[in-house]
């Protein structure tokens, strides 16, 4: 077996036999699900086991005290008491799903939450607190929504049998169990990362990181949202040179502050988007939540909103190289100061970089700009040409808005499967395109449809 | 089952401080009583169904105050929230409800006969008369905490125990299988229940898996009417035109009582104890869960200075037409009993009753311009 069990075993001489049983059930589930060549399930248990960020490795497995009786047994293992909780099948407790239209709701059978619905993470996180959100919201005008989220790193392994469709649906056929994600930070490799700047007015890169051994947003307690906060304004406190910067918490900003950071379009309000409270993201606003931003105001950080955390790199203008260069700069500082203090990113080969909602698995990126297109914006091609160059448009106010005049955010449609070079360099080479189609209808001449981009390799 | 908070466990790993939720900015009745000390006591307990001590007040660490009034700021998840937890539950119903101690008893009365009068509050001032309670099926958990299968079984035996005859006589709409006409009706004869807004309520999970197992039952006179799994797992309402408190009242009790003989018929009885009446989901509807009230025209007395304080004494609040969370609408109020617990049925609507005669009385004289001060009240 493996250097985790071991470890396992060692430390189940020290509680009574049911519990050793139930935790060697636990075990042997994990060991003998099918998992593809290259994940390695022992390396989410060692870090349990090795990492000096896990107070308790063993007893958030089995969890202390009279938890570990009926772990597994049944619906609510919560407590020992808990059995007394009303039982009914699973059948009786299937959300009705005919009238949803989101990515849980096209995948989630009847057989696959009976299969589902007794389990929890370590942490306790449920199948029904994973779907909630999704059974709360039907549908959204705009967007197939996701309709589910993880409560912690392990929601996508014990969950997978949900998440893994669910996530093949929302990434364009990425299969979590057959292929494997790449990384890569390296801003050097961006070829023609200055646009137009008659065009372009902004542009921004942003993503999310996940502290390892801490629950995220919809599940975290307020004592494991202080300490992300915690976590992370330390080792931001530790950027040098033009990364250098200083933290606002929401519940301590002066007026202030908080004026001037609602000027500089930095200020994130408590959510209101029901997608987002009925997971339980907005529990206990605003505490430990804040915002982290360097001096010149082109490196930003959220803490505790939609993630651990969002990081934000941006600048008025074209310059999308430079703002992918301190965006991967500062992304692996930030890296490098938490693993001095023994943390680390929660990542891993098949799903990149974890993050709350399964949209924003891989790389969790979005680069984009802020571009005038006025004469583009009328021709009907503009949708297919925005299909095959792999980008969406929103709105300028983000995610659930229209488009104010004829300027637009253009990004990246894809997170998983392709890597960060790889996305920003699409949307380096798709917003070169548009530009120069505004051109040539700018002169009289016409415009072609590009040519699809590829999938996965 | 809110979110975050079933798997208590995990945040045992953490000390109380660190966990203990900030309440400096906070003004409701949990943010009074809760002590680092309280809280440490309490935070490792949990119901027989799983209900936590951080699952009871979530709704008052993410909602600090009210503009209107000052909430509760934390409900129950099932009927042993109230003696498990009860060292932070007591001082709150104590503080709410006007000093009931824990050790104190309450009276229920659902005796029609035992009110005097109540039959002819003046129609021209009175637009509306209406009485509301609220029921919980023992052995399920409430709103906050129940899974869709207890939800639904609630319904089922809802919809079974409502097989009632002569004026009572009825059907169910289940919210998600009403076709648009139904609704529509529904709605204009004010019936229909929406999906809570209000963040007090959002925040303690109630709204979960909204519409199912949701659903309004009424009479076809359309003077009886139950909603299923809003709030509670029952709100029972009587209401009609005009001024009879007496008739809707008489309704209220007969609908009650035959609601309840028929639910144990199938073996299932309602929430109550000796000390807190009836059990509800929020600490404020404990006791009777009785509001009884009228929609009232006072103009003129509204914009006295001593409004607030006449229907202090008289033990009556006011809100907009709207209900709870609205303000008044062209000087016509929903004047009703602020008392729940600690008084039973028949006198909550006596005091209602006795309070709008006066409170008519009183506008009437200021409408031709004379003084109300031979009629102030004292404090009942």
């Not at chain 1, 589930?29 to 022992?42: C, D, E, I, K, T």
């Not at chain 2, 199938?266 to 404990?286: A, D, Q, R």
């Not at chain 2, 202090?312 to 969370?325: A, P, S």
Request: charged content about 25%.
């Amino acid at each position: 077996m493996s250097r985790s069990c071991c470890i396992s075993l060692y430390h189940l001489s020290f509680i009574n036999s049911e519990r050793a049983f139930v935790l060697l059930c636990f075990l042997n589930h994990r060991l003998s699900s099918p998992r593809p060549p290259g994940y390695n399930m022992a390396s989410t248990f060692a870090r349990v086991f090795s990492s000096r960020a896990r107070r308790v490795g063993i007893l958030s497995l089995v969890g202390a005290g009279s938890l570990a009786t009926g772990f597994f047994f049944n619906r609510d293992y919560v407590g020992a008491a808990s059995q007394q909780r009303k039982l009914y099948p699973p059948s009786a407790e299937y959300p009705d799903l005919r009238k949803h239209n989101n990515c849980m709701a096209s995948q989630l059978t009847p057989a696959i939450y009976a299969r589902l619905c007794d389990k929890a993470t370590p942490n306790g996180f449920t199948l029904d607190q994973a779907i909630q959100t999704g059974v709360d919201n039907p549908g959204h005008p705009f967007i197939k929504t996701v309709g589910m989220v993880a409560g912690d790193e392990e929601s996508y392994e014990v969950f997978a049998e949900i998440f893994d469709p669910v996530i093949k649906e929302r990434h364009n056929g990425y299969d979590p169990q057959t292929m494997t994600h790449p990384t890569d930070l390296d801003a050097s490799k961006i070829r023609s990362g200055q646009f137009d700047e008659r065009y372009v007015l902004s542009s921004r890169v942003r993503t999310g990181r996940s502290i390892r051994g801490l629950s995220l947003p919809p599940a975290c307690t307020r004592a494991e949202r202080r300490e992300v906060e915690r976590v992370v304004v330390d080792a931001l406190n530790g950027l040098q040179g033009d990364l250098k910067g200083r933290y606002y918490s929401l519940t301590q900003m002066t007026e202030q502050e908080q004026q001037q950071l609602i000027d500089d379009h930095f200020l994130f309000d408590k959510p209101v988007s029901p997608l987002l409270t009925c997971a339980g993201m907005a529990r206990d606003w605003p505490d430990a939540r804040g915002i982290w931003h360097n001096d010149q105001k082109t490196f930003l950080i959220w803490i505790n909103e939609e993630d651990h955390t969002r990081v934000i790199s941006m600048e008025k203008g074209g310059n999308m190289k430079r703002v992918f260069e301190r965006f991967c700069k500062g992304l692996q500082e930030v890296e490098r100061l938490i693993q001095e203090k023994g943390w680390e990113f929660m990542w891993n080969e098949r799903l990149g970089y974890i993050l709350t909602c399964p949209s924003n698995l891989g790389t969790g990126l979005r680069a984009g700009v802020h571009v005038k297109l006025p004469r583009l914006s009328k021709d009907a091609r503009l949708q297919k040409i925005l299909n095959n160059l792999r980008l969406q448009k929103r709105g300028t106010g983000g995610v659930d808005t229209a488009a104010v005049g004829s300027t637009f955010d253009i990004s990246n449609l894809d997170r998983l499967g392709k890597s960060e070079v790889e996305l920003v360099q699409i949307v380096v080479d798709g917003v070169n395109y548009l530009i120069d189609c505004e051109k040539r209808l700018e002169k009289g001449q016409d415009i072609r449809i590009p040519p699809p981009i590829s999938q996965f390799k | 089952m809110p979110f975050g908070n079933t798997h208590n466990q995990l945040k045992m790993k953490y000390s109380a401080a660190q966990e203990f939720p900030d309440l400096s900015k906070h003004n409701n009745h949990m943010a009074k009583v809760l002590t680092m000390e309280m809280y440490e006591r309490l935070r490792d307990k949990q119901t027989p169904s799983g209900f936590t001590l951080d699952d009871v007040i979530q709704t008052g660490v993410d909602n600090p105050g009210h503009p209107f009034i000052m909430t509760v700021g934390c409900v129950a998840g099932d009927e042993e929230s109230y003696e498990l937890f009860k060292d932070l539950l007591d001082p709150i119903i104590k503080d709410r409800h006007g000093g009931y101690k824990p050790t104190d008893k309450h009276k229920t009365d659902l005796n029609p006969d035992h009110l005097k009068g109540g039959d002819d509050l003046d129609p021209n001032y009175v637009l509306s008369s209406r009485v509301r309670t609220g029921r919980s099926i023992r052995g399920f958990c409430l709103p906050p905490h129940c899974s869709r299968g207890e939800r639904r079984t609630i319904e089922k035996l809802s919809i079974d125990g409502n097989s009632l005859d002569g004026d009572l006589k009825g059907k169910y709409y289940a919210l998600k299988n009403m076709t648009e006409e139904e609704q529509q009706r529904l709605i204009d004869d004010h019936f229909l229940f929406d999906k809570p807004v209000s963040p007090l309520l959002l925040a303690s999970g109630m709204a979960r898996d909204w519409p199912d197992a949701r659903g309004i039952w009424h009479n076809d006179s359309k003077t009886f009417l139950v909603w299923v799994n809003e709030e509670d797992h029952l709100r029972v309402i009587s209401m009609q035109k005009g001024g009879n408190m007496k008739e809707v009242f008489t309704r209220f009790c007969t609908g009650l009582t035959k609601i309840e003989a028929l639910f144990k018929q199938k073996g299932h009885e309602f929430m109550w104890n000796e000390h807190l009446g009836y059990v509800l989901t929020c600490p404020s509807n404990l006791g009777t869960g009785l509001r009884g009230g009228v929609h009232v025209k006072l103009p003129n007395l509204s914009k006295h200075e001593k409004f607030g304080d006449i229907l202090k004494k008289l033990r009556l609040q006011k809100r907009g037409t709207g209900g709870v969370d609205t303000a008044a609408v062209g000087g016509v109020f929903d004047v009703s009993n602020a008392d729940r617990l600690g008084f039973s049925e028949v006198e909550l609507v006596q005091m209602v009753i006795d309070g709008v005669k006066l409170l008519v009385e009183m506008e009437k004289k200021l409408e031709k311009g004379q003084p109300i001060d031979d009629l102030m009240p004292s404090q009942k």
